[in-house]
């Protein structure tokens, strides 16, 4: 469809009669070109000779000049094939009151927003048809990312923001936590780390960088299921791109079989009992514990090499199916799948991978934590607690990264001393950066048999 009779008998989408109104408000009053030229484009205008129309108005405001009828006319007569002043003229001599303009962008809006579905689909079309050699799963990643590019609703909101309004929303929040209506931020259950956030961030990228059998993946399998346990019951979706999903569903039942540990009496079922044969009393107390996993609103993506495009789409998926998903677990970086024939160092590319990532988190607007490993640099240091440049492959981790949190336990380095001093099993967490936060380290107990963390901090 390319035509004003096209659209008119299609008016999902387009609107030309509004289009006419926007361009002639425009052209007859000037000043109000600065109160929609940031909602506005030229694909907002369906009809070619409005868009050429307004093409010419922009290029008058980005230009500094006065908009007009006969500056808009100079610009266009010697484009050919159209009767510049008759069409202008038809434009401008109609009456349309100011108070229209509104509601005719509003109207284009619309439009557009169905024109790009309309597009996304023919796009899909024409993958599934000619595409046979592409394969299945990049078509439906693609297909996902056009879908929901097309979907997202266009922020057309003002970028100028007057402090009296920042502060009032500001202030209600403010008082919604007063009242413990609203945490700052997500809390994973952990006192001594919730204190130390007040709550994971929406729109924050938090990495947590350990070297191997630290217990990081434990740690985040743990937030995630009390995540999900909360009184919200929030939607986690967690991308292991190391362990298969009947490894990460082993984990968490073994974790949360751990509370028999501690109540006296109770018949204790170990990580080596959930492996081999039980008897009848701990196999009701373990099935117990998959009653209660059912009930979690938790997802699962086990593929290995996925690209950041791939995790993208995913994500997206989820969270078209899952409006309040409040959290996003990766695990772990250094096993993302690079772009195909970047000619990048695999420095550079990590820190695309991390800046991309965090562009996701603000779109889906919640928080994302991502697992990554450190360089073996810190093994041959006397004090091995690690630090940022510790961080493997770092680019530009450090830079792009929102919260920074590091897992240190000495009896991984020294468990002779460890024993002697009583501090087996426990783990430094230490929050090396946080944008909205204060920095330091806390103290958790890890239990490895049971890949459990405990905080020992009472509230």
């Not at 659209?7 to 070109?33: N, S």
């Not at 592409?134 to 057309?156: N, S, V």
């Not at 360089?375 to 770092?394: F, I």
């Not at 936060?437 to 890890?446: D, H, Q």
Request: glycine fraction near 6%.
């Amino acid at each position: 469809m390319n035509t004003t009779a096209d659209a008119r008998r299609h008016p999902g989408l387009a609107d030309v009669d509004a289009e006419r109104r926007v361009i002639g408000i425009l052209i007859k009053h000037p000043h109000t070109v600065d109160t929609v030229m940031h909602r506005l484009s030229p694909d907002h205008f369906f009809d070619p000779v409005y868009r050429q129309m307004f093409e010419a108005v922009v290029d008058l405001y980005n230009q500094g000049g006065r908009i007009s009828y006969t500056q808009v006319y100079n610009r266009l007569r010697g484009v050919e094939g159209v009767d510049w002043n008759n069409a202008l003229m038809a434009v401008t001599e109609s009456f349309v009151s100011e108070l229209e303009l509104g509601p005719s962008v509003d109207s284009l809006n619309e439009r557009l927003a169905r024109r790009r579905i309309m597009q996304a689909v023919e796009e899909i079309q024409q993958m599934v048809l000619l595409e046979h050699t592409e394969p299945i799963e990049r078509i439906q990643a693609r297909a996902q990312e056009l879908i929901f590019a097309a979907t997202a609703k266009a922020d057309t909101r003002d970028d100028i923001k007057d402090l009296v309004d920042v502060l009032r929303k500001c202030y209600l929040e403010l008082l919604e936590r007063r009242e413990g209506r609203r945490p700052s931020g997500l809390l994973v259950k952990y006192p001594s780390i919730d204190m130390m956030t007040t709550g994971f961030k929406k729109g924050d990228l938090i990495i947590l960088a350990a070297r191997p059998s630290m217990g990081k993946t434990s740690l985040v399998l743990n937030w995630a299921v009390n995540v999900a346990k909360s009184r919200e019951r929030t939607p986690v979706l967690i991308f292991s791109l190391e362990m298969d999903d009947v490894q990460i569903g082993d984990r968490l039942v073994i974790s949360e079989l751990f509370r028999y540990k501690q109540e006296n009496g109770a018949a204790e079922v170990t990580a080596r009992d959930y492996q081999t044969r039980m008897d009848d009393e701990k196999f009701a107390r373990t099935e117990s514990i998959f009653n209660e996993l059912y009930q979690l609103p938790i997802k699962i993506v086990d593929r290995r090499g996925m690209t950041v495009s791939e995790i993208r789409a995913q994500a997206r998926k989820v969270k078209a199916e899952e409006p309040n998903l409040g959290l996003i677990v990766i695990d772990y970086l250094q096993l993302i799948k690079p772009p195909a024939n970047t000619s990048k160092n695999w420095a550079l590319v990590v820190g695309d991978i991390v800046r991309e990532l965090r562009d996701l988190a603000g779109e889906l607007d919640l928080p994302i934590i991502l697992l990554s490993q450190l360089n073996r640099s810190v093994e041959s240091r006397d004090n091995k607690r690690p630090v940022m440049s510790d961080l493997r492959d770092s680019g530009n981790i450090e830079e792009f990264a929102d919260v920074v949190i590091f897992l240190y336990r000495d009896d991984y380095y020294y468990p002779e001393r460890a024993r002697e001093e009583g501090t087996e099993g426990v783990v430094e967490v230490i929050f090396a950066k946080q944008r909205k936060g204060e920095t330091g380290s806390v103290r958790l107990r890890f239990y490895k048999e049971y890949t459990k963390f405990v905080d020992e901090v009472t509230v």
